[in-house]
C-alpha cells in the first residue's frame, strides 16, 4: 500500500512542505515538493531497471527481453526481472520521483554526458553482478557463467558519471540525494564450489564494507542498504535441495542459515560505519525478515502460492533450469500478484511492492525509515 509513505510525510506538513498522499503514476506530479530530489541505486537484478538485455544477467535468465516480462504494468518487456514494477520503482513513485534511467540507456542516448535524462537519479545495478570482483571466481576455476560486472563496475559506472558533473552539482548530489543500495551478493554462495561460504562471507562483506566507505567518505548523507532476502525460500533453492532440507516455514534451511549469517555480519558492519559516520543516516532494510513475514502470513498480504514460479514450466514448482520463463515452453500465470516468484528467482511485481511497504512504512527497517526521513527534512 504505497499510502502508507503520505503517513511518513505528514511529518512534513510542519514545515510548509506539501506531498502526495497517493502515487500512482511514474511521472513526477509539477508543483508537489519531494523529500528527495534524487535517487542512485545499485545492486543487482532484484534492483537492475534496464542494464541488462536478453541474453545478459544470472546464467539460465537471458530471456528478460521476452514476453511475457513486463506483463503487468508496462504491457511489454522492460528488461527488468519481473512482470512489472521492483522494489525500487515503487520507492521512486513514493517519493513522486520518475522511474531511474538505467545507466548504460544514458550513455548510450547521450555518448559520456548522461545529463539530459538524469535529472531525478540513476539507476547503476545489473543483473548479475557479484559483490566480489569476477576474477576471484575465474581464478578459482569456478564455472559459475555470471556477469562480469561486478560492484566495483557500478562503482567505476558512477566515477564516470560524476565526472560529468560540476563541483555544485556533486554538493548537491550527496546532500539531498537517497542513495539505495539493493540485494546484491547472493549468487557467490550459490556457486557449488569448494570455496567455503565462510570465506565467501568474510571476502563479501570486507568488499561491500568498502564500497559503501567510498559513497560515504565522498558525502553521502542518506543511505538505504538492503540485506540479502530469504532466500532458502527462493523457488530455485526449493527445486534443487534436497527434500529433508527444509526449516519450519518450509524454506530450505541451508540455504537460509547462510543467508542469515550474511545480513548478520552486514549489520555489525553497519553499525560500525554509524559511528565513523555520524552526518550519515544509514538505515538496514531488512529484507530476510520481510520476506519470511510474508511466507508466514501469506494471506494478509494478498498471496496464494509461496513457493511455485508464476512463469515457467515443470512440476512441482513450475521451473525448470533450462527452460526458463520467456523460453518457448514456459507459460505464466493468469494473476501474478497472487505469487511470491516470478520467474525461479526473481520476485511479481505484487512481492515487490509488499517489500517496498514494508521498508517504507512499515517495522523492516532499523532505524525506521521515517527517521531518515525526519533528518532529511530537518536538513540534517
Known amino acids: 500500500m504505497l499510502f502508507s509513505i503520505s503517513l511518513i510525510l505528514a511529518t512534513a506538513v510542519s514545515v510548509g512542505i506539501l506531498f502526495l498522499s497517493t502515487i500512482s503514476s511514474a511521472a513526477p506530479t509539477l508543483g508537489v515538493r519531494r523529500p528527495f530530489n534524487r535517487i542512485y541505486a545499485f545492486g543487482d537484478s532484484f534492483t537492475d531497471t534496464g542494464n541488462s538485455r536478453a541474453g545478459e544477467g544470472p546464467a539460465g535468465f537471458g530471456h528478460l527481453s521476452s514476453f511475457p516480462y513486463g506483463m503487468t504494468y508496462f504491457k511489454r518487456p ?4 519481473s512482470d512489472g514494477r521492483l522494489t525500487i520503482d515503487f520507492v521512486a513513485q513514493s517519493m513522486n520521483l520518475p522511474f531511474l534511467p538505467p545507466y548504460l540507456s544514458l550513455r ?22 557479484t559483490v566480489i570482483k569476477h576474477a576471484f571466481f575465474a581464478e578459482n576455476n569456478l564455472t559459475l557463467d555470471m556477469t562480469p560486472q561486478s560492484l566495483e563496475t557500478e562503482l567505476g559506472w558512477f566515477e564516470k558519471y560524476l565526472e560529468t558533473l560540476g563541483t555544485n552539482q556533486k554538493v548537491s548530489l550527496f546532500k539531498d540525494s537517497l542513495f539505495w543500495i ?43 542498504v538492503q540485506g540479502h532476502p530469504a532466500t532458502g525460500c527462493l523457488t530455485l533453492a526449493m527445486s534443487l535441495a534436497a527434500e529433508d532440507d527444509r526449516d519450519y516455514l518450509g524454506c530450505v534451511q541451508s540455504v537460509n542459515n547462510q543467508s542469515y549469517t550474511h545480513n548478520l555480519a552486514l549489520q555489525y558492519k553497519l553499525k560500525q560505519l554509524r559511528i565513523k559516520y555520524p552526518n550519515a543516516t544509514i538505515v ?12 508466514k502470513n501469506p494471506s494478509k498480504y494478498g498471496i496464494s502460492e509461496k513457493f511455485k514460479a508464476c512463469c515457467g514450466t515443470g512440476e512441482p514448482y513450475n521451473f525448470q533450469v533450462f527452460e526458463t520463463c520467456g523460453s518457448a515452453t514456459a507459460t505464466a500465470c493468469k494473476d501474478p500478484s497472487r505469487y511470491i516468484n516470478w520467474d525461479g528467482v526473481h520476485l511479481t511485481e505484487g512481492m515487490y511492492k509488499v517489500m517496498a511497504d514494508m521498508f517504507l512504512g512499515g517495522s523492516f527497517t532499523r532505524p525506521k525509515f521515517s527517521y531518515l526521513l525526519n533528518k532529511k527534512l530537518k536538513g540534517l
Do not use: C, P, Q
Open 182 to 224: 539493493g540485494e546484491i551478493g547472493v549468487n557467490a554462495y550459490t556457486v557449488g564450489s569448494t570455496v567455503s561460504s565462510d570465506t565467501i562471507r568474510e571476502l563479501s562483506i570486507s568488499t561491500y564494507t568498502r564500497f559503501l566507505e567510498t559513497l560515504l567518505t565522498k558525502g553521502v548523507r542518506h543511505m538505504v
Open 78 to 81: 522492460t528488461n527488468r526481472y
Open 108 to 129: 548510450s542516448t547521450n555518448g559520456s554526458n548522461g545529463t539530459a535524462t538524469d535529472s531525478y537519479g540513476v539507476n547503476f545495478a545489473v543483473s548479475g553482478a
Open 284 to 295: 538496514y532494510a531488512d529484507y530476510w525478515n520481510a520476506y519470511r513475514e510474508v511466507i
